[in-house]
């Protein structure tokens, strides 16, 4: 069955740094998604992204992060300059199509912020 | 902006026992849908089941269905014949119609399957 795929598993950074959260897909999927989970709390979405532009964004979503389609199989999140706030786990997701179609979540990465 | 309530931080039930998580949300849209995705100790975020609000017969899958009270906006899940491997969190989400799919989830349901 197919699955969304995430690398690296676990992250550690300095704060400062920058960080890339890569993300496969699912291979005929065309909606893609970033949310993230700060231990013990809520998954907060991040971004949604489709036809190679940001369709909608939450307030998380500051400029010190951005997300990029490189290629015809990954989907990647980029983290500026990283905070210590910025420790979470990292989903990304994919579905077929919008319109409340069902949404796929990879494994996740664990990001941890020194 | 939607507002997702679980109001049950934690609970537990016994194996083969019936479980309800309980979800409250708050929006203007008539058109949207709600979900129940779950998260076992992997993290790893599963959906269980999926409702349309257009649609007043309440989704099954399997052992899982909801109660959806679109009047009331309410949709809980229910379990029946719990097994060990239904121990997660659980959370409800809202997604709008026309927006970009952003799933608005709630602050979840941790549930305990005891044998």
């Known amino acids: 069955e197919p699955e969304v795929t995430q690398t690296p598993s676990h992250q550690v950074t300095q704060m400062g740094q920058e960080v890339i959260l890569r993300c496969v897909p699912i291979s005929n999927h065309l909606y893609f998604y970033w949310y993230r989970q700060i231990l013990g709390q809520k998954v907060e979405f991040l971004v949604s992204?489709?036809?190679?532009?940001?369709?909608?964004k939450s307030e998380i979503f500051d400029d010190q992060f951005s997300v990029e389609r490189p290629d015809g199989s990954n989907f990647t999140l980029k983290i500026r300059s990283t905070k210590l706030e910025d420790s979470a786990m990292y989903f990304c997701a994919s579905s077929d199509a919008g319109g409340g179609k069902t949404q796929y979540f990879g494994p996740g990465t664990r990001l941890l912020v020194l | 902006a939607q507002t997702v309530t679980q109001s049950q931080p934690e609970m537990s039930v016994q194996e083969a026992e019936t479980v309800t998580l309980s979800c409250t949300y708050d929006?203007?849209?008539?058109?949207?849908?709600l979900f129940w995705y779950k998260q076992p100790p992997s993290r790893q975020m599963i959906l269980v089941i999926r409702?349309?609000?257009?649609?007043?017969q309440n989704a099954t899958e399997n052992r899982f269905s909801v109660n959806f009270q679109k009047a009331a906006k309410s949709f809980s899940l229910k379990i029946s014949d719990s097994q060990l491997g239904d121990t997660a969190m659980y959370f409800c989400a809202f997604m709008k119609e026309y927006s970009g799919y952003a799933l608005n989830f709630g602050k979840g349901t941790s549930l305990l399957v005891t044998p």
């Open positions: 929006t203007s849209e008539n058109n949207y849908y």
């Open positions: 992204f489709y036809n190679n532009e940001i369709s909608e």
């Open positions: 409702q349309e609000a257009y649609k007043q």
